[in-house]
């Protein structure tokens, strides 16, 4: 078994706030005003989720706009939280431990900064509540060149399908987690690995076993699918609410293929995952519509494999016959 990370959260963040990014700078009523329209984004985009996704949840039950840093608080209060509840032994006191803390600290500082820098905006499942973070959403917007009314709507449709989708399917969340959990197990073997390497899987191999791999595959269907999803629902809400939907869509175009790490580790590449997951909601949905595809919310059972988000076909074929 292996052991519970210790990281030192406050490290962390200290580390988040030197390296990071504040965002571009803006007045403090530029910030009052675009704060007040990406709330009114998202309770709109709420409405609209629930209307396009064919979905039966609500929409978050909170939301918060938040800058850089105080997305990294929450984040971190997010990944401690889950990392608790994993099937994992605490590291014994002692000097390993308080090196583990600071070297795990230190790497969580420093992929908290580089994750806030890109990210939009996060649905937290476990708490109900929705965050905008408006540093990232007016920079991306400006220096795109983006309608700010249609960008703000567009994000927050995205983010307030995931909520939707998660309050329709309320064993969705235990699901993920016990993915998560079942990938902690042992350490594959020299053979194991040398095994996966050999079938394709790369650097995932040296990673997880053969039973690990298995799990790590259903996770990443899943996310697939809850970010196709998502992408699918904002882009329809969007042909009639989003006026320039058509240009936010072009440019966030994901590329074809991952690239550096990612080409090892391709299940950890999300821009992978918008693109398939898309690809594949759009193939259900000119088949067959879309209330076919919220049948994948109905139970997880119903949940696509992996080899069937590739596949669309062989999915609705075993879901609806």
């Known amino acids: 078994m292996q052991r519970r990370p210790h990281v030192l959260w406050p490290l962390a963040r200290a580390v988040e706030r030197f390296v990071g990014d504040p965002g571009p700078g803006i007045s403090r009523p530029e910030a009052i005003r675009e704060v007040a329209a990406l709330r009114l984004a998202a309770r709109r985009a709420g409405a609209l989720a629930v209307e396009y996704s064919r979905l039966s949840g609500p929409a978050a039950?909170?939301?918060?706009?938040?800058?850089?840093?105080?997305?990294?608080?929450?984040?971190?209060?997010?990944?401690?939280?889950?990392?608790?509840?994993?099937?994992?032994?605490?590291?014994?006191?002692?000097?390993?431990?308080?090196c583990a803390g600071v070297g795990y600290g230190l790497a969580a500082g420093v992929s908290l900064a580089f994750m806030g820098r890109g990210l939009?905006?996060?649905?937290?499942?476990?708490?109900?509540?929705?965050?905008?973070?408006?540093?990232?959403?007016?920079?991306?917007?400006?220096?795109?060149?983006?309608?700010?009314?249609d960008f703000r709507l567009w994000v927050s449709l995205h983010e307030q399908t995931h909520a939707v989708q998660f309050t329709s399917a309320p064993w969705l969340l235990g699901h993920v987690e016990e993915l998560i959990a079942a990938l902690c197990v042992d350490d594959p073997t020299p053979a194991e690995a040398v095994a996966g390497i050999r079938a394709g899987r790369g650097a995932a191999s040296l990673l997880v076993t053969a039973e690990g791999q298995r799990h790590l595959d259903a996770l990443t269907a899943t996310m697939t699918l809850l970010e196709g999803h998502a992408d699918l629902v904002a882009d329809a809400a969007g042909v009639v609410h989003v006026p320039s939907v058509r240009r936010l869509r072009e440019a966030f175009a994901r590329p074809a293929a991952g690239t550096g790490w990612r080409r090892l580790i391709p299940g950890l590449d999300k821009g992978v995952q918008y693109r398939d997951g898309l690809a594949f909601c759009r193939r259900v949905c000119a088949k067959a519509g879309l209330e076919a595809l919220a049948a994948a919310f109905a139970e997880p059972a119903n949940l696509p494999a992996l080899a069937e988000i590739t596949d669309p076909d062989a999915w609705l074929r075993r879901v609806h016959g």
């Open 61 to 98: 039950a909170e939301v918060v706009v938040v800058d850089r840093p105080g997305w990294s608080r929450r984040a971190s209060a997010m990944a401690d939280g889950l990392m608790g509840r994993l099937p994992l032994d605490d590291r014994p006191e002692g000097l390993l431990r308080a």
């Open 120 to 149: 939009l905006g996060q649905y937290d499942p476990w708490s109900g509540r929705l965050m905008l973070v408006a540093p990232s959403i007016v920079e991306v917007q400006r220096g795109r060149g983006l309608d700010p009314r």
